[in-house]
């Protein structure tokens, strides 16, 4: 029999995955061999004057994707260490177990806007409540003001944000892992922190490493945090690439150039998470 | 007797037709919004506009967000709504978006929207995609009421395609309770050696607000500061940048311009009368409240507003707001011109010259068209021209959250902030007298009005706030800024930035 129609049925999935996946990229890379802007609209061909604009001349992207770098790396290490500890915590029997868990995950389900308004209102250094309380011991930290303050004024909200979501992803894990490691390891005596290095981490890495990536990945296109909080000051402490991105394409409408710079972003994202990713591998399942 | 009866009723009858109030009575009941004054006599007045019938027609509308603007265009639609049988549907769109939101349909070749809200600032980039306001229209004894400057800024090189409804220019507000006070006049002399009174130099306002920063000179029980500014970075800083530098910077013995040589399109940026601003501007940081480096306009307005510190500057908002019902210190302000500076640069002999000198900035403001490719452009003027009506704009002058501010001669009548307003009569009589001033200067600086507009501020923004950051100094962020501004110019081609800017510089030589 002839199954050859069988491959229409392919069409509606394809024609989707053409449209909202091959089509934007291919668009994006046609618009960063373009000039345009708004004085000058429209699809022309410039070749690579941007990309060459944007590896010579531009030292702010390459900053701001360091900066990235640093601000992603961090937060992500603290919503793991802080997630895991979370889940760890109402994995076992303890009382109101399942309101905690319900309670840990109500940060994410925050509108990150409207979260990150009232932690600017939180960290206003003249209006707010956090310098009110800390007066009493006589110090008033410049949380949004500072240029290194502010970055961790960022970190602090990004950690509240998202961990809740490290938290779900690691408490799945941890739901699934089988009971016999823990029966045998209980049996010849070992310790909760042997236990915990011996069999819940080891066990827990392939899901870790998954958890981890999902969230760098995230972290790496963080925007309205900044956005919200600082735009990205003082001067361009808290700049990332993806507020930069946005600064050049929406407001100054460098179409053409925050196109090349969103390309030239999404494959050192693609290489960078992709060793990332290899070296977690072998760095947590060397055995 | 019967005689006097009838003379009495017919000179009732003849007021309850001819008077203005007569229709005050008839639209203020319906539209409660308009009751200080009720309709006025107009082109476009709630009696003009209910002959209109637009039934069956829709108009759409981009504006900002509520409620800054936002809340007027939505409350005159719902009333136009009612007087036309027009069907009005408005979008609110944040500040930062209005350009993009009406720019990539606009270079798509669409018009999603009949009516854009927006800056004056954008008219450059926006006017290809404009209607020009009809002679109808700039014809009205209303459009005639709009000051020469505000014409200006609405148009461009001598056509209108912005339909005035605001008018913006950055000025100094102060804390009059303080300024005027004898006794604090008398503290300020014993400790500091010098006259306490209205800053005429940024110097002098550096001083002023130093003294009184961080202490408790109202007697309210909290610390009050300096001054509160726009310094966060890429909200509007560089207005306030701007605002600092014209007195430096804007000489009126060189005249072909201010942000550029027009002849060779050489930035003036970094010369040394923009460092001296931004040197004074780093040293602000230490007289604002704490956290004031991240004040954004808003912050800026319920710092003034809120009676946090001595001085501000930029916008009407903070002074509106400072003089509203609610404010705890309405009728305790101040406005004057913004201050000046004992010496000004002279790009062309490159020497400062030590004389005083003092520059209003007619700042961009809010400002709206009508799409170009509507299909309702008639419904969509008359709609503009129905906001901004005598009744419609004494209104909402009213309101500061509003953010209308007076554009039109008549604004400049103290009584209707003392009748309507509650203005104390010496406040209202600074206040429009302030407000003239600019107008009858010669010396003034108009917003940049470029093809690009935005990477030329953008670069300020980021230039500037590095320099407040203590990231870079004030000579090598301009330095920056200026190096940023040659590249502009060369991507965007400096025969366009040229002709465009030989527009604005022909405004700020009187030559326009």
């Given at each position: 029999m002839?199954?050859k129609?069988?491959?229409f049925f392919?069409f ?5 995955l053409?449209?909202?996946?091959i089509?934007?990229?291919i ?6 061999l373009s000039?345009?802007n708004?004085y ?9 004057e941007n990309y060459i604009?944007l590896?010579?001349?531009d ?5 701001s ?12 290490i603290?919503?793991y260490?802080i997630g895991f500890a979370?889940?760890?915590?109402v994995?076992k029997?303890?009382k109101f ?7 840990f995950l ?10 990150t ?5 939180f960290?206003h250094e003249s209006?707010g409540p956090?310098?009110d ?5 006589g ?5 949004l003001?500072d240029p290194?303050?502010a970055?961790f004024?960022?970190?602090?909200v990004?950690v ?7 938290f779900?992803?690691l408490?799945a ?9 823990f ?7 070992a310790?909760p ?6 069999v819940?981490?080891?066990l827990?890495?392939?899901?870790s ?6 969230r ?6 963080i925007?309205?945090t900044v956005?919200?909080?600082?735009s990205?000051?003082?001067?361009t402490?808290?700049e990332?690439?993806s507020f930069?991105?946005f600064i050049?394409?929406?407001r100054e409408?460098?179409?053409g ?18 060793i990332?990713a290899k070296v977690l591998t072998k760095?947590?399942l060397?055995? | 007797?019967k005689?006097m009866k009838?003379?009495l ?23 409660p919004h308009?009751?200080a004054?009720?309709d006025?006599?107009?082109?476009c007045?709630y009696?003009k506009?209910s002959?209109k ?6 108009l ?5 967000a509520?409620p800054?603007?936002?809340e007027?265009?939505?409350?005159h ?6 007087l036309?049988g027009?069907?009005?549907e408005?979008?609110?769109t944040?500040a930062?978006d209005?350009y993009s939101?009406a720019m990539?349909?606009?270079q ?6 009949d ?5 004056s600032n954008f008219?450059?980039?926006w ?10 229209y700039?014809n009205?004894p209303?459009?005639?009421d ?6 200006g800024v609405?148009?461009?090189d001598?056509t209108?395609?912005?339909?005035p409804?605001?008018?913006?220019r ?5 804390r ?7 006794e604090m006049?008398?503290?300020?002399k014993a ?11 940024w110097?002098e306002?550096a001083?002023?607000?130093?003294y009184f920063?961080?202490w408790d ?5 909290e610390k009050?500061y300096?001054?509160a ?7 509007l800083?560089f207005?306030?940048?701007?605002s600092?530098s014209?007195?430096?910077?804007k000489?009126?013995r060189?005249?072909g311009?201010?942000f ?6 050489k930035p003036?940026?970094?010369n040394?009368?923009f460092v001296e601003?931004?040197?004074?501007w780093v040293e602000a ?7 004031g480096?991240?004040f954004?306009?808003?912050d800026?307005i319920?710092?003034?507003g809120g009676g946090q510190?001595?001085f ?5 908002d903070?002074?509106i707001a ?6 705890p210190?309405?009728?305790?302000v101040g406005?004057?011109?913004l201050?000046?500076?004992d010496?000004?640069w002279?790009r ?6 030590n ?13 709206v068209?009508v799409a170009?490719k509507s299909?309702v452009?008639?419904?969509a003027f008359d709609y ?5 009506n005598?009744?419609n704009h004494q ?8 953010g209308?501010?007076p554009f039109?001669n008549?604004?400049?009548d ?5 009748n309507?307003?509650?203005w104390?009569p ?10 003239l ?5 010669n010396n003034?600086?108009f917003?940049?009005?470029?093809p690009?507009v935005f990477?030329?501020?953008?670069a300020v923004?980021t230039?500037?706030?590095k320099?407040?950051?203590g990231q870079?100094?004030?000579?090598e962020?301009?330095d920056?800024?200026a190096?940023?501004?040659e590249a502009i ?15 604005g510089v022909k405004?700020?030589d009187?030559k326009?």
């Open positions: 002839n199954f129609h069988k491959y392919l509606p999935g394809l024609f989707v053409i449209g909202i996946l089509f934007p990229i668009f994006v890379v046609r618009l960063s000039g345009w708004s000058n609209p429209g699809l022309d061909y410039i070749g690579l604009r590896f010579t001349d030292p702010r992207f390459w900053e994707f360091f900066r990235l770098s640093f601000l992603s790396v961090t937060t992500v603290l919503q260490v979370l889940a760890h915590m994995w029997d303890i177990k399942r309101f905690f868990r319900v309670l109500v940060p994410m389900m925050t509108t990150p806007v409207i979260m308004v009232i932690w600017r209102t960290f209006l956090v310098n309380l800390l007066s009493v011991f110090v008033a930290p410049k949380w003001t290194v303050i970055k004024t960022v970190i602090i990004e509240w944000q998202w961990t809740p979501f490290m779900l992803l408490l894990g941890l739901l699934s892992l089988p009971k016999e490691p029966l045998a390891a209980a049996i010849d005596g310790s922190v042997r236990k915990f290095i011996y819940t981490f080891p827990m890495a392939p899901i490493i998954g958890a981890i990536i999902i760098l990945i995230e972290a790496s296109k925007m309205d956005y919200v909080l600082t990205g000051g003082p001067g402490s808290t990332t690439s930069y991105i050049k394409g929406l409408f460098q179409m150039y925050a196109a090349s710079m969103s390309f030239t972003y999404l494959i050192i994202m693609i290489i960078s998470l992709t990332i760095v947590l060397k055995e | 007797m005689l009838t003379c009723t017919a000179i009732i009858s003849s007021l309850m037709i001819f008077s203005p109030m007569a229709y005050a009575d008839k639209w203020s009941d319906q539209f308009i009751k004054t009720g006025i006599p107009g082109d007045s009696e506009m002959k019938n637009y039934k069956g027609k829709t759409k509308i981009n504006t900002h509520i800054v603007m936002g007027p265009t939505a409350l639609a719902e009333q136009f709504e009612k036309t027009a069907k009005v408005v979008t609110h944040p930062g209005l939101k990539v349909p606009f798509a070749g669409q018009a999603p929207y009516v854009v809200f927006g800056f008219i450059n980039d006017k290809r995609y404009l209607a020009p306001v009809p002679k109808k700039m009205s209303e459009m005639k709009v000051t020469k400057s505000h014409m609405s148009s461009w001598g209108m395609y912005q339909y409804v605001d008018g913006d950055h000025y100094l507000k102060y009059k309770d303080v300024i005027d006070n004898p006049q008398k503290k300020y400790d500091t050696g010098n006259e306490l009174r209205v800053p005429r130099t110097k306002y001083q002023m607000a130093k920063n961080d000179w109202d007697g309210d029980g009050e300096g001054s500014e726009v310094m966060k970075k890429d909200d800083m207005a306030a940048f701007f600092r014209v007195a430096y910077a000489n009126p060189t005249p311009g201010f550029f040589d027009l002849e060779t399109m003036n940026i970094n040394p009368g601003a931004l040197t004074d940081t230490k007289y604002v409240p704490p956290g480096t991240n954004g306009l808003g800026e319920g710092s003034f510190t001595l501000s500057f930029s916008w009407d903070a002074f400072a003089m509203q019902d609610d404010s210190i309405k009728n305790k406005a004057a011109p201050p000046g500076a010496r000004v002279n062309v002999s490159n020497s400062w010259e004389q005083y000198n003092q520059a209003p900035y007619i700042v961009w403001g809010w400002a068209g170009k299909k452009k008639d419904m503009l021209c129905f906001f901004s005598g009744a209104a909402d002058l009213a309101i500061g959250r509003f209308v501010n039109k008549s604004d400049f103290p009584n209707i902030y003392i309507s307003m509650g104390d010496e406040i209202a009589n600074s206040y429009t007298q302030t407000l001033d600019m107008e009858k200067s003034r600086v917003p940049l009005r470029v690009g990477e030329f501020t953008s923004a230039g500037t706030s320099a407040l950051a870079l100094s004030p000579q962020a301009l920056e800024v190096k940023e501004w110019v060369s991507r965007v081609g400096k025969k366009a930035v040229q002709d465009a800017y030989a527009v405004m700020e009187n326009l």
